[in-house]
């Protein structure tokens, strides 16, 4: 479990320097993010409509459900101005709701991810990333979320939300993005 | 939906299929007005299909440090293939001041000689006359050494058109994004896939010996350090701890990483990591963001990138303990990523202005004035060849990630770019 990788695919190459590369040796570990399921597009199905059919989804209460914790958190994003790790006042009702359900559910766990625009050397905006993360736990810390309940990561401007280099795809970048744990 | 990760495995695994395609193309975008000009003649083939062509790597080559004008083969009015046969005269009427003639000779199945002669036109005298020996795949890199030994010989500096350097590449849009880690050869050509993934790679340094990249990979969607050997593929994860593992350097003996770590309240710090024995050192302590180590040449100092004084600027603090860092950077209110020259006599860092972020040096050992080399609104990490007169640093063109070269005059600069996708983080070896 702890070996885990999320669809990395390592190929190692040969490297002698006037030799043919070797074969590449190609190393895949499984993740359910993104393995194909089995049986999905197989054959034995013309003519019949096998097309998934589902009705509208109802909630339900589920302390313990990973995927209630995922519907909860589900595109709730915090934006920062240019250089600033403050929360403005129209996020505060995010962090507000956010730690209510932490608190409503002492179980669940939520990942802050911090981003930063493309502005500025990579390493220092993972250092960036990491602060407008930290301000964000401490937030939902004071609002009453554990601590237990709270990991951050930081992605720098290596996760861009939009491409561009314009102030409009900047300010949707500079985030912190709240991502339920299962 | 569920189709995507797998139709880009595949596309992957043809990319890593080991074919020498060109990833990089060179442009070069302003020249020294003073360009010395030479002409390299077409190497004699035994074979009337010649298998390589030795004097348009060596041409390019010579072109793309733009101290050299080479001639276009259609002015050339004769094709001597050695020194006997080459008429001076004729060549100083086409305003050459060098020439070179050569050969490429098949000795066997699978081994060839590259024998080339360098002459001064103007005097008739013979500057170089070598020959290299090499099987088919290693032509291109007996190309580049022709290449910097009539570089050398010409402006008395080592070439460096037979190194490599490493880059990553980005692929594809988000969600499906592919990062790779490529070594490719200093011209770009050659390129190999060393790790790929489709979450971030970033921060690859080469080990002082040129056969291990470390470098920052979130495959596992949080950032651990790497460390791969390029010949065998061992990988080795050096430091996977709670919260920011980043920016590897390695000391200058190849036993120990800097890099950057930080505490559980968020505060980035930079140890110091024994490889062999795993031992962390604790480098800096400070509330500030420390990051971006680079050695010192002796081993005994670190140089980094500290906001401790408000804005990102760089430092520089002995190793012994109680030690006091030292500000290096003054102008400007944003400078960062420190690299250093090969003689440790120059620091190229990010630099900001109203403009953007551009690549700057400093000279080290003088009055500490910064100059700035590059115009671009996005350049970054900046990396010296091992020459030390040229550095490569990632910018953009018309929204694409390029990998960019200025010398360290400013005079000379050239772009890489990538036939698909964006390039950026380039590292140059060492020799």
């Known amino acids: ?182 | 939906m569920n189709k995507k990760p797998l139709s880009w495995l595949f596309v992957a695994l043809l990319a890593g299929g080991g074919a020498a395609r060109a990833e990089l193309v060179v442009e070069i975008t302003q020249g020294q007005a003073d360009a010395i000009p030479i002409a390299i003649v077409p190497f004699a083939a035994a074979d009337p299909a010649p298998v390589f062509d030795v004097a348009q790597v060596v041409s390019a080559d010579l072109a793309s440090s733009g101290r050299f004008v080479p001639m276009s083969r259609n002015d050339m009015a004769d094709r001597p293939f050695k020194g006997a046969d080459i008429v001076f005269n004729d060549w100083r009427a086409l305003n050459t001041d060098y020439i070179v003639v050569g050969q490429l000779q098949t000795l066997d199945a699978q081994r060839y000689s590259v024998v080339f002669e360098l002459f001064n036109v103007l005097n008739h005298q013979r500057l170089l006359g070598f020959q290299i020996t090499s099987n088919r795949a290693g032509l291109r890199l007996a190309s580049h050494q022709v290449a910097d030994m009539i570089y050398e010989k010409i402006i008395g500096v080592r070439g460096a058109f037979a190194t490599r350097i490493a880059y990553i590449a980005v692929a594809g849009r988000a969600p499906s994004k592919q990062y790779r880690l490529l070594v490719a050869d200093a011209d770009g050509e050659n390129p190999r896939v060393v790790m790929q993934s489709s979450e971030p790679l970033m921060s690859p340094a080469w080990s002082p010996d040129g056969q291990s990249l470390a470098y920052v990979s979130f495959e596992n969607r949080l950032p651990a350090v790497y460390v791969q050997q390029l010949k065998s593929g061992e990988r080795r994860r050096v430091s996977a701890r709670s919260g920011v593992n980043q920016a590897p350097a390695w000391s200058t003996d190849g036993k120990k990483l800097a890099l950057t770590l930080s505490s559980r309240d968020g505060n980035l710090d930079i140890y110091i990591l024994d490889l062999a024995s795993q031992g962390l050192t604790r480098f800096t302590d400070d509330a500030a963001i420390d990051t971006e180590p680079q050695w010192s040449r002796d081993g005994q100092s670190l140089y980094f990138t500290s906001d401790r004084a408000g804005g990102p600027q760089i430092y520089k603090q002995a190793l012994t303990a109680g030690s006091r860092a030292q500000r290096l950077t003054f102008q400007g209110a944003y400078n960062a990523r420190p690299r250093l020259s090969p003689d440790e006599s120059e620091l190229a860092f990010v630099t900001q202005d109203g403009s953007g972020y551009h690549i700057a040096v400093q000279d080290l050992h003088g009055r500490g004035d910064m100059r700035v080399l590059t115009k671009g609104r996005f350049d970054e990490s900046p990396s010296f060849a091992p020459s030390g007169a040229v550095l490569i640093y990632a910018s953009r063109d018309r929204g694409r990630g390029v990998l960019a070269l200025v010398s360290t005059d400013g005079r000379v600069q050239q772009r890489l770019v990538s036939s698909e996708g964006e390039v950026r983080e380039p590292a140059w070896a060492s020799y």
């Not at chain 1, 240019?82 to 766990?109: C, F, M, Q, S």
């Not at chain 1, 990991?151 to 102030?167: D, F, L, M, Q």
């Open chain 1, 1 to 182: 479990m702890k070996k885990l990788l999320t669809a990395a695919v390592v190929i190692s190459m040969g490297f002698a320097l006037a030799g043919c590369p070797k074969k590449p040796a190609v190393k895949e570990n499984p993740s359910a993010g993104t393995q194909v399921p089995a049986g999905d597009g197989s054959s034995g199905t013309t003519g019949a409509d096998t097309s998934p059919q589902t009705g509208a989804a109802t909630p339900f209460a589920d302390s313990g459900s990973a995927s209630a914790a995922a519907a909860a958190f589900s595109g709730k994003i915090i934006y920062f101005d240019y250089d600033k790790i403050e929360i403005k006042p129209e996020y505060a009702g995010i962090v507000t709701e956010a730690a209510r359900n932490l608190v409503a559910h002492p179980g669940w766990r939520v990942r802050l991810e911090g981003n930063t625009d493309e502005r500025g050397t990579r390493e220092y905006n993972i250092g960036l990333g990491e602060r407008r993360a930290q301000a964000v736990r401490r937030a939902l810390m004071l609002a009453g979320a554990g601590d237990g309940q709270l990991t951050t990561v930081s992605y720098g401007e290596e996760r861009p939300a939009v491409e561009g280099e314009e102030e409009a795809a900047f300010a949707k970048n500079r985030r912190v993005e709240l991502v339920a744990l299962p």
